[in-house]
């Protein structure tokens, strides 16, 4: 019995200090599991709240930019003992009047182009006609390629009736977008008028929002946007001004009717990456109805085309890039995100966003591989 006993060996457990690693292990992945989760999660409900947010944060960053273009008046107007807040409002003042003046001359362009519209609607009609033809033409071929007929009979084509499209229904369709836009436009003037009165202010109360041991750090940091945001304004209006000028030259030796304001306007239009160079195309195409030969239109094309490419791919990385020290990639993914998320405003607005938020990244030691990774 003692030897049967003998070779009976219990059951030992392992040691605790065995255990414990994997345990610890085990622990430390779900927390890191948890935090990436909650970082998710917290990234879906940023992006979530600011497609809610757009219309707001849309208007107080056109108004930061508006404020910043007329920062260089009042900065003006205070060295001659003007006081701050009547050198905001004078600037604020000529900001709409300019608009006003802009807004006037524009209606009356408009109201010409399209008094002198009618003279060429045979033109029109006879373009829009061949082109419907021969888009009828394809539709055809396609479907006698995809469905073919069977024993000799025609399969019935469904009839959709639609009302005609007319203006009350079309105001009343987009009335509340509408609205909510005109009521956006209209704090902009207050918005800016206070952000140029309250300029230091509001900067000393950013920066007392941080600890005592970061204001220093905090306030590099605004005067870095500041100064981004500057230079962002002053290379856009220089490469602007260089494609209008380049624009109007062009469209006066064309012949095109309101050539010097429809220069104007290919030329900043044309600012706009992607989008830009198809709306740059319709002011000078649309003005030029009726006076443009076909190898006019060919030099409009090549023109507006060329200064586009010449702009996204020479002066504007030399003369904006180099400001904001952003590499393409970071430029373009900014652009494709903000544009998803606020239209066609997320173009206009992307690079002073993703601008700012390399100079916050470079501020912060975390963030600095981002940082670096954003810039060029």
């Known amino acids: 019995m003692s030897s049967r006993a003998d070779r009976i060996q219990p059951i030992t457990q392992p040691p605790p200090a065995a255990v414990a690693p994997a345990e610890e292990e085990i622990l430390q992945s779900s927390i890191r599991a948890g935090s990436i989760a909650q970082v998710v999660v917290a990234a879906v409900a940023v992006i979530g709240l600011i497609y809610l947010l757009k219309l707001v944060m849309i208007t107080t960053l056109t108004g930061i930019l508006l404020a910043f273009i007329l920062e260089p008046l009042v900065e003006l107007l205070s060295r001659i003992r003007v006081p701050r807040g009547a050198g905001a409002l004078i600037a604020v003042t000529l900001?709409?009047?300019?608009?006003?003046?802009?807004?006037?001359?524009?209606?009356?362009?408009?109201?010409?182009?399209?008094?002198?519209?009618?003279?060429?609607?045979?033109?029109?009609?006879?373009?829009?006609?061949?082109?419907?033809?021969?888009?009828?033409?394809?539709?055809?071929?396609?479907?006698?390629?995809?469905?073919?007929?069977?024993?000799?009979?025609?399969?019935?084509?469904?009839?959709?009736?639609?009302?005609?499209?007319?203006?009350?229904?079309?105001?009343?369709?987009?009335?509340?977008?509408?609205?909510?836009?005109?009521?956006?436009?209209?704090?902009?003037?207050?918005?800016?008028?206070?952000?140029?009165?309250?300029?230091?202010?509001?900067?000393?109360?950013?920066?007392?929002?941080?600890?005592?041991?970061?204001?220093?750090?905090?306030?590099?940091?605004?005067?870095?946007?500041?100064?981004?945001?500057?230079?962002?304004?002053?290379?856009?209006?220089?490469?602007?001004?260089?494609?209008?000028?380049?624009?109007?030259?062009v469209f006066w030796y064309l012949g095109i009717p309101y050539f010097y304001f429809l220069g104007v306007i290919s030329g900043f239009v044309s600012l706009i990456p992607y989008l830009g160079v198809f709306l740059a195309l319709l002011p000078p195409l649309a003005g030029g109805i009726g006076t443009l030969s076909r190898s006019d239109v060919l030099i409009v094309l090549l023109t507006v085309v060329g200064l586009h490419l010449l702009t996204m791919n020479v002066l504007y990385p030399k003369i904006v890039g180099k400001r904001l020290r952003l590499n393409p990639l970071a430029v373009t993914l900014a652009l494709l995100f903000w544009a998803w998320i606020w239209g066609a405003m997320g173009l206009i607005l992307a690079v002073p966003i993703v601008g700012a938020a390399k100079v916050i990244c470079d501020y912060i030691d975390p963030l600095r591989g981002l940082g670096s990774w954003l810039g060029e």
Do not use: C
Request: glycine residues 6%; charged residues 20%; hydrophobic residues 45%.
């Open 95 to 249: 900001m709409l009047a300019l608009w006003g003046a802009l807004g006037y001359f524009f209606y009356n362009r408009a109201v010409d182009f399209a008094t002198e519209l009618p003279k060429y609607s045979g033109r029109i009609r006879d373009t829009v006609s061949k082109i419907r033809h021969q888009t009828t033409r394809i539709e055809e071929t396609t479907r006698s390629v995809v469905h073919p007929e069977q024993d000799g009979k025609k399969k019935p084509i469904p009839v959709e009736v639609q009302d005609a499209p007319n203006l009350t229904n079309t105001v009343l369709q987009g009335g509340g977008n509408f609205a909510e836009i005109l009521l956006a436009i209209s704090f902009l003037p207050f918005l800016v008028y206070f952000m140029l009165t309250w300029k230091d202010h509001a900067h000393t109360a950013t920066v007392r929002l941080f600890p005592k041991e970061h204001r220093l750090l905090a306030h590099r940091t605004v005067a870095k946007i500041s100064l981004m945001i500057r230079s962002f304004i002053v290379g856009n209006v220089i490469v602007g001004l260089v494609i209008s000028t380049i624009s109007i030259a």
